[in-house]
Structure formats: structure tokens, C-alpha cells
């Protein structure tokens, strides 16, 4: 069923050229009911439809859902809003940010769902690299694995330009361990929003990643 109207990619449209707290609280009750309503319907439609293939996943739609406000405290930008809404999908939703999620954006010019590992402080980066070392055969099966290719093309991330020294003989074989970050992203037109299917073809890019996930998730648990 379709879970937005087209107001809702107007708002953020309008909201991109009126960044402000006046413009924002004269449109309050129009965000509340074209954004943010059915936004946290369509997350927990998500969860519930995860839940169905993945019993213990439990999450509640409000610790998956970002707020809207930005953080503005060591940033240049002030403009006190985001132009978009988003949601990420794990345990322990936007508590987390390093546990591999699936993570979904909402804003008038296009739609991200992603995941992956896009934050990792050191001790998990070396045991994410520590299972690729030891799992080298099974990495290279989940990137290449066609249906990942399709969605998402490839394994992004930044790299680090020096390794510790147990990789670095691993480097030229897979080049992957040097990066610093582990995540796949799909970007797609807004209006994709109001598919009837919506639900669906979310769950497809979910499924698509978990694979990459699991991997993920079982090196940071060693």
C-alpha cells in the first residue's frame, strides 16, 4: 500500500530553501502528518516484515528513526534541520552506528538504502580485517555473489593508506582489508516512494546485504 503523498517530497523541497525554526514551526503539524506519521508506519511495517523471516529481531520504530533536527554544536553548517528522513535497521538501531545495519533515507531528490559497516573504531576494524584474513574464500563469495552485484555493485569504503603489518601480505590478494570501511549503498529516484511495493523492494535491497552483514557481524563477535 502506498504510505506517502506527494506533499512529502514537497516538504522537504520547501524545507531545503527554508532551513529555519519560524518556517519549520509554522509547517509542524503538516511534518508530523505527511512525513512523520507515515514514515514510522512504513519502518514498522519494515521491522514487522524483518521480524516474520527473523524472529529475533526485535526493534522499536522510534530507536530506529534519526530525528529530524541536525546537531549543530561543531558543525559550520547551522541550518537546524535535515533535508531528509532516514531509519537504520539492527538490533539496536540508531544507538549503534558501527553494528552493521540496513540503513534507509528518504528526501525529495532521491532515496539510499545501505549498509554495512560505515563506522568501526580500531579494535573492531582489526577484527572485521582479522576475519576477511581467515575467511578470505567466503568474503569473496559475498561481494561477488550476483544478486549483491545487481543491487549494489560493489564493497565501498575509504582505505587506509598503511595496514598493520599481519595484512599487508594479504593486500595484493584482497585488496578489500585496507579498507577502513565496509558498507553497499543503492541510490534511486524519489518518487520510488509511492511504488505500491515499496515494502518489497526494500526487503530485496535487505536481503541483498545480509549476507555482507552476518559476515560483518561475525568478525566483530570473535
Same mark, same amino acid.
Given at each position: $500500500?502506498?504510505?506517502?503523498?506527494?506533499?512529502?517530497?514537497?516538504?522537504?523541497?520547501?524545507?531545503?530553501?527554508?532551513?529555519?525554526?519560524?518556517?519549520?514551526?509554522?509547517?509542524?503539524?503538516?511534518?508530523?502528518?505527511?512525513?512523520?506519521? !507515515?514514515?514510522?508506519?512504513?519502518?514498522?511495517?519494515?521491522?514487522?516484515?524483518?521480524?516474520?523471516?527473523?524472529?529475533?529481531?526485535?526493534?522499536?520504530?522510534?530507536?530506529?528513526?534519526?530525528?529530524?533536527?541536525?546537531?549543530?554544536?561543531?558543525?559550520? #553548517?547551522?541550518?537546524?534541520?535535515?533535508?531528509?528522513?532516514?531509519?537504520?535497521?539492527? !538490533?539496536?538501531?540508531?544507538?549503534?552506528? $558501527?553494528?552493521?545495519?540496513?540503513?534507509?533515507?528518504?528526501?525529495?531528490?532521491?532515496?539510499?538504502?545501505?549498509?554495512?559497516?560505515? $563506522?568501526?573504531?580500531?579494535?573492531?576494524?582489526?577484527?572485521?580485517?582479522?576475519?576477511?584474513?581467515?575467511?578470505?574464500?567466503?568474503?569473496?563469495?559475498?561481494?561477488?555473489?550476483?544478486?549483491?552485484?545487481?543491487?549494489?555493485?560493489?564493497?565501498?569504503?575509504?582505505?587506509?593508506?598503511?595496514?598493520? #603489518?599481519?595484512?599487508?601480505?594479504?593486500?595484493?590478494?584482497?585488496?578489500?582489508?585496507?579498507?577502513?570501511?565496509?558498507?553497499?549503498?543503492?541510490?534511486?529516484?524519489?518518487?520510488?516512494?509511492?511504488?505500491?511495493?515499496?515494502?518489497?523492494?526494500?526487503?530485496?535491497?535487505?536481503?541483498?546485504?545480509?549476507?555482507?552483514?552476518?559476515?560483518?557481524?561475525?568478525? $566483530?563477535?570473535?
Amino acid at each position: $500500500m502506498p504510505y506517502f503523498t506527494s506533499d512529502f517530497l514537497h516538504f522537504f523541497q520547501e524545507l531545503a530553501d527554508n532551513n529555519h525554526k519560524d518556517w519549520f514551526d509554522q509547517n509542524r503539524a503538516r511534518y508530523e502528518k505527511e512525513v512523520k506519521a !507515515p514514515f514510522a508506519a512504513f519502518i514498522k511495517e519494515m521491522i514487522a516484515r524483518i521480524q516474520a523471516e527473523e524472529p529475533d529481531f526485535y526493534l522499536e520504530p522510534k530507536d530506529a528513526i534519526f530525528r529530524i533536527n541536525r546537531d549543530i554544536r561543531f558543525s559550520a #553548517d547551522k541550518t537546524p534541520y535535515k533535508t531528509q528522513t532516514s531509519a537504520i535497521l539492527s !538490533p539496536f538501531g540508531r544507538k549503534n552506528k $558501527m553494528y552493521p545495519g540496513f540503513y534507509i533515507q528518504f528526501s525529495h531528490d532521491q532515496i539510499m538504502l545501505a549498509g554495512g559497516a560505515y $563506522m568501526l573504531d580500531k579494535p573492531l576494524l582489526l577484527a572485521v580485517r582479522r576475519h576477511i584474513a581467515a575467511h578470505p574464500q567466503e568474503f569473496v563469495s559475498i561481494y561477488k555473489d550476483k544478486e549483491f552485484r545487481r543491487l549494489y555493485g560493489k564493497i565501498l569504503g575509504e582505505k587506509n593508506k598503511r595496514i598493520p #603489518d599481519e595484512f599487508s601480505g594479504l593486500v595484493d590478494k584482497e585488496p578489500l582489508i585496507a579498507h577502513k570501511q565496509f558498507y553497499y549503498a543503492a541510490e534511486m529516484d524519489a518518487e520510488v516512494i509511492f511504488k505500491p511495493d515499496l515494502v518489497e523492494l526494500c526487503l530485496t535491497y535487505y536481503r541483498g546485504g545480509k549476507a555482507l552483514n552476518d559476515f560483518l557481524i561475525s568478525g $566483530m563477535q570473535r
